[in-house]
Each structure stands twice: as C-alpha cells, then as structure tokens.
C-alpha cells in the first residue's frame, strides 16, 4: 500500500492556519484552535507528555484496555473495522487488534499527516496481515472513509479523552458525525476523564519538567516558522486554571510585557498579563458523558473505570 495514494487531502493547511492565527488573535478574548498545537514538533511533545508521572491519562486508559480488552472484543463481535479518531502515534490500538478477532481493516483518523505516517509504519509491522487505511482529516469536518475499508461493521475508537478537548456542543456534534460516518450498527469505544481532586489535575496540566509548556508555546514556534511570525516566545509563559463551573482545564499562553509582534505582515499588540486561550480539557462525570453521548444517538452500552476513578471508558451502540 502507498501511505500517499491513501491520505485524502488534509485540513491543517498553511492557508488555514494563517487564516485561524490572523482572526484569533484579532479578537478581544485571543484564541488558537487547539488542533494546531499538533504538527510534528506538537505531537512530539504531546507523546512526551504522555510518559510524564503528573499526566494519568494515558497509563490509566492502556490499563483499562488491557483489563477490559476481552470483554470489548467480546461487544464488538468478530470481523468489524477499527476506526480510529485522532489516531497520533496509534499507540494503543494494538491492545484493541489483540484482543480483537478477525479485523477486517483499520482506520486512523488524524490531522498530522507525519504522526500517521510513523503509525502505519509500526503498525504494519506489527500486524502484517491487517489492510491499514489512513485518513488525512480534521475530525470536526465531513469526510468518507476509504471505500477500500468495504461495508464491514464498524468500531469506532477515540481514545484520550481527545473528546475532551471539544467544547460539550462540539463533542455532541461530534458523536453525531462518527455516527453517521461509521453507519448502521457501529460501535463507538471512547476515553472520558473524570473529574478529580485539583492536586491531581493541575499538575497533569503544568507537569514541574515544563513538557506541557513547551507544548503549549509551541504554537507561538509554529506562527514564526510557518507564518514568517517575530514573537519573542520567552517573554510568554504557559498558563493553566480550572473552570469550576464548566468542569474543564483552561490552557493559556500569557504575555509577560506590553510587547508587539508581527505575523504575515500583520501587527498585533499584547499587553501585560493578557492571556491567549490555547486549549480546553473537560473532565467529566459518568451520567454527564452519557448524557452527551445519548443526546448525539449512543446508548451507553457499558463503562469501565480504574480502581481511583481517574478515567472512564466508555462502550456506546448507535441508538
Ligand atoms: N489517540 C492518541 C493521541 C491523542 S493526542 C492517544 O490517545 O494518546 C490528540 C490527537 O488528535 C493528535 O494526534 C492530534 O493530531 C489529533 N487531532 C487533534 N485535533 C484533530 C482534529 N481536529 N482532526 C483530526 N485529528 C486531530
Ligand atoms: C489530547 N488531549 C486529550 C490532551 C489533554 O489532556 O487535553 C492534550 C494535552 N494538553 C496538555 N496536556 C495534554
């Protein structure tokens, strides 16, 4: 298979990064979508993340799917394709193919085109036998799957509580989209963090080696790679609160000075502890994911939570 002949055309061009960055940080309130924190130095950082003691997700959710792979396996029924949403290094998805019988295709989903890459490398390797079809997309817009995946049934998988990083509406319309793009009589598996003590959760969010600001003032590395950008990045810092009411992490990129800098050509003015939101991370509660995922067409089928209800998984069926 040729990786290239099967990407199909991506969204994270530089036109529309250019175009997000000069009207974010035109607005009163500065934003960047989360989506560009990942190109290949972001995603690099974020897999450093994912080995930092502070960040539970990830160990907890690759826990969960090897005590629970049987009994997911056993819900999926033999011969679906694996579809996978914001696939990255696609390092636990080979727990799912073990436990997995007869597989008939897989599927990733991802916006960074030399993270999917890499995985299908790994995973062809690791599973010979597989036909991989990876998906160059922005998973928050409509796209096919490869015709080449064929009519099987399908297993959705979003691991990561990537689900997370959408704002509650955003992600109803995202349950919605998978569920209209894996079809009749899909399955969707998907990571949920939970709602926690802060000690816990503010430090997974601004770990004491600083991975999580680097990967945070990567984006302002990225405008002036890519956008011909000035931005002086050490006179900004990486900024994290929880917001109590709407139960999520806030990730911002604070200016330390009054400065100026110029992007594209473009001046743009940042005064003295004006903050730029960079990123959300909801945390949530067991019935307040379900509800979300029933208002989107999914009948919870099944969850599964560690021992210190760190993080939920949760096995939804289409309505
Ligand atoms: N699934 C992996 C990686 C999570 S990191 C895990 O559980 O560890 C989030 C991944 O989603 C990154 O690989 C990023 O490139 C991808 N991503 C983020 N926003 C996206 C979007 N809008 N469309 C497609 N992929 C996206
Ligand atoms: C990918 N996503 C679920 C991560 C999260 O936990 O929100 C991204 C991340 N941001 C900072 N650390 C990790």
């Not at 990064?17 to 974010?24: P, V, W, Y």
Request: hydrophobic share 40%.
């Amino acid at each position: 298979m040729t990786i290239d002949a099967d990407l199909r055309s991506g969204s994270a061009h530089i036109e529309d990064f250019a175009r997000a960055i000069l009207s974010g940080l035109a607005q009163k309130q500065k934003h960047i979508p989360t989506k560009f924190h990942y190109d290949a130095r972001g995603s690099a950082l974020f897999e450093d993340i994912t080995r930092l003691d502070e960040y539970y997700p990830t160990r907890t959710e690759i826990g969960l799917l090897k005590a629970h792979g049987g009994e997911i396996a056993k819900l999926a029924g033999k011969g679906c394709a694996v579809v996978e949403f914001g696939s990255g290094s696609s390092r636990k998805t080979h727990i799912l193919l073990e436990h997995m019988e007869n597989v008939s295709a897989y599927a990733p989903i991802d916006i960074d085109d030399g993270a999917l890459k890499k995985a299908v490398l790994r995973l062809e390797n690791q599973f010979p036998e597989l036909p991989i079809h990876p998906v160059h997309a922005d998973f928050n817009e409509r796209f096919d799957l490869p015709d080449a995946i064929g009519d099987a049934r399908k297993l959705g998988f979003f691991p990561g509580s990537t689900i997370g990083n959408l704002e509650l509406d955003a992600a109803v319309d995202f349950m919605a989209r998978a569920g209209d793009l894996l079809g009749e009589g899909s399955d969707l598996l998907i990571g949920a963090d939970l709602q926690k003590d802060l000690k816990i959760l503010l430090p997974a969010y601004d770990d004491a080696k600083g991975v999580t600001a680097q990967f945070t003032l990567n984006l302002l590395h990225r405008i002036n790679r890519e956008l011909s950008g000035n931005l002086d990045v050490s006179r900004f810092a990486h900024v994290v609160i929880y917001n109590d009411e709407i139960g999520r992490i806030e990730s911002y990129i604070e200016s330390l000075y009054d400065q100026h800098a110029e992007i594209l050509g473009h001046r743009f003015s940042f005064s003295e502890g004006e903050r730029i939101h960079v990123e959300n991370s909801h945390k949530y509660t067991i019935p307040q994911f379900q509800d979300l995922a029933r208002k989107a067409g999914w009948r919870p089928e099944q969850v599964w939570t560690d021992a210190d209800d760190l993080f939920s998984l949760h096995y939804l069926a289409r309505a």
